[in-house]
């Protein structure tokens, strides 16, 4: 977020417009990915559709964020693109070390030269949260679908996960109004402006959410799907 060439809007808006969100679920996961911002499309708090494809990098017109890309690279002062590095973590998952190399990629085409720093976890934990990188790439699952959690411990300046050092005034506003909003109708519509912002200023390149598959034999008898696989992992009850 502070490192050049990185800290310039546009080189960030740029990057995500070349991420290629629909052939990155298509390759990565076969199709089984729902493109989204930071809240998910298929729970309360999506962005309306058309909201969400005036956002860098979420038009399914390829061919004109490309060409926006490029653009935003020369005025940055960057026509022919840049090198820069993808951080991640070895043992992670291996869709972490596949979204790297998707990344470097797709990124290729607008001319930024991007090199995979793959790290085992001791390495990578101290090199994020030192926030010594240029790019990184990490999967983070949401047990709640609330906007209290997910800006809460990726987008606010004190969060947790802001290894990259985000910090906009108006996200600090926002999310204390949404907090404080009882009416469901008011505080959407305070959540729609927080998710627009972060993903203008592309504080986090955001491809969505896996679409997750539960199955169980037929004798299972009385078995509820869990709101999130994080809640299926003690079944003894």
């Known amino acids: 977020w502070r490192r050049p060439p990185l800290n310039d809007v546009r080189v960030r808006q740029a990057l995500s417009l070349a991420s290629a969100r629909k052939a990155y679920w298509q390759i990565i996961a076969q199709g089984e990915g729902l493109i989204s911002g930071p809240m998910s499309q298929v729970g309360s708090w999506g962005l309306p559709t058309e909201t969400l494809a005036a956002l860098p990098g979420y038009s399914p017109d390829r061919e004109a964020n490309l060409a926006r890309a490029r653009k935003l690279l020369e005025e940055a002062g960057f026509k022919d693109g840049f090198r820069t590095a993808i951080t991640t973590r070895a043992d ?83 999310f204390q109004k949404q907090a404080r909003t009882l009416d469901p109708k008011e505080r959407k519509k305070t959540v729609d402006e927080m998710q627009q912002i972060v993903l203008t200023d592309v504080a986090k390149i955001v491809f969505g959410f896996p679409i997750t598959t539960l199955a169980w034999w037929r004798d299972v008898r009385n078995f509820k799907t869990p709101i999130h696989h994080f809640h299926a992992t003690r079944l003894q009850d």
């Open 92 to 174: 992670l998952s291996p869709g972490s070390i596949a979204t790297a190399e998707f990344l470097v990629s797709a990124w290729k085409e607008i001319g930024v030269k991007a090199e995979m720093k793959i790290l085992e976890t001791a390495a990578f934990y101290r090199t994020i949260e030192a926030a010594d990188f240029d790019t990184m790439v990490m999967s983070f699952g949401m047990p709640v679908d609330d906007p209290d959690l997910v800006f809460g411990e990726h987008y606010v300046a004190a969060s947790p996960r802001n290894y990259n050092r985000y910090e906009n005034p108006k996200i600090e506003e926002l």
